[in-house]
């Protein structure tokens, strides 16, 4: 079964880091671009960062409302992304996902964000 | 950045329901769909605008090219009672419309 979990959410100091994981399962996670979205309580999706697969080079992309705060990684051997949030604040008190990206196969392939996670909540304290 | 309308939606079972999403600039086709119940993940409706994904009812539709789009569902049904959520995937960053509520 093609499988997404996330895990390493729960409550956190406001200014302290968090690092979220990603766990993937049933299918190819080296040929495939990871996404992170969060959703806050009672709001809609905000994409927050996606990491490309490493023979794309592993590079990434941010939304500019975390850009410098939240760093995405991954590690092929344990199929597993990372998603590292530094400084916390209010707003980050949110469920976060993954999601299945891009196809970096023979050619690059998009056919949305078809594989979620169940999510992982973080709820920031002051 | 993108924009939905209605926010919220009422509808009968049975009858047809169009959404819509706004786009601030052209995305071309690059435009997904996705259907989000209470206390679940999101889930991919449509992708390229049109293209429904794996397993996804013929009675969800999209069209729309560049900076206007729709999706269709026709014959609601209750378990379609969701938030929609339209997605652009030209540029960076990727952007989500904020949603409308659908309730049948």
């Known amino acids: 079964e093609v499988q997404l979990v996330e895990s390493g959410g729960g409550l956190a100091q406001s200014g302290r880091s968090l690092r979220l994981s990603c766990t993937a399962s049933g299918f190819s996670f080296y040929d495939y671009a990871i996404s992170w979205v969060r959703q806050g309580p009672g709001k809609g999706l905000e994409w927050v960062g996606f990491i490309r697969s490493n023979s794309y080079g592993g590079t990434t992309e941010y939304a500019a409302s975390v850009k410098g705060r939240f760093i995405i990684s991954r590690d092929d051997s344990r199929n597993k992304a990372y998603l590292q949030i530094d400084s916390l604040t209010d707003e980050d008190t949110a469920l976060y996902y993954c999601?299945?990206?891009?196809?970096?196969?023979?050619?690059?392939?998009?056919?949305?964000?078809?594989?979620w996670g169940p999510g992982t909540p973080v709820t920031v304290s002051s | 950045e993108m924009t939905q309308s209605p926010a919220t939606l009422s509808v009968s079972p049975g009858e047809r329901a169009s959404l819509s999403c706004r786009a601030s600039q052209s995305v071309t086709n690059k435009l997904c769909w996705y259907q989000q119940k209470p206390g679940q993940a999101p889930r991919l409706l449509i992708y390229d605008a049109s293209t429904r994904a794996t397993g996804i009812s013929v009675r969800f539709s999209g069209s729309g090219s560049g900076t206007e789009f729709t999706l269709t569902i026709s014959s609601l049904q209750s378990e379609d009672s969701a938030v929609y959520y339209c997605q652009q995937y030209a540029y960076w960053p990727y952007s989500f419309g904020q949603g409308t509520k659908l309730d049948i």
């Open positions: 999601a299945r990206d891009r196809y970096y196969g023979d050619r690059v392939v998009f056919r949305g964000l078809d594989v």
